[in-house]
């Protein structure tokens, strides 16, 4: 069993940044790709980031040279750094990776979410 669990969240003023961590733990052998999500109330889920085991990275539109993905496999963690946070950026971001486990099957898992309120 793998779990994720996000941390970072909260109440930023616009202009303001925040730093999202996951972290990965349980029966892992190897984190593969993993992605940042968000949701607003009443909206899809949509993807914001990016990154795979080698550390090539991909962004929404809409986030491109404000928020930056990175990764730190030997502490199974990967961060989103959101600068210059505008009102649209409020949802709940959500943690997801595929995993493959101590068992040699790849399973794909999602965070609980944390919560980030952008006030203009």
């Known amino acids: 069993q793998v779990q994720l669990v996000e941390s970072g969240g909260g109440l930023v003023q616009a202009g303001g940044s925040l730093r999202l961590s996951c972290a990965a733990s349980?029966?892992?052998?190897?984190?593969?790709?993993m992605d940042w999500y968000r949701q607003a109330p009443g909206k899809q889920r949509e993807l914001v980031a990016t990154?795979?085991?080698?550390?090539?990275?991909n962004y929404a539109d809409s986030v491109k040279g404000r928020f930056t993905i990175s990764r730190d496999d030997a502490k199974n963690t990967v961060y989103l750094q959101m600068n210059s946070l505008k009102p649209e950026d409020t949802s709940v971001y959500y943690c997801?990776?595929?995993?493959?486990?101590?068992?040699?099957?790849?399973?794909?898992?999602w965070g609980q979410g944390t919560q980030v309120t952008v006030s203009s």
């Open positions: 997801h990776g595929e995993v493959t486990t101590i068992l040699s099957r790849m399973y794909s898992y």
């Open positions: 349980g029966s892992i052998f190897k984190i593969n790709a």
């Open positions: 990154i795979t085991s080698g550390g090539s990275t």
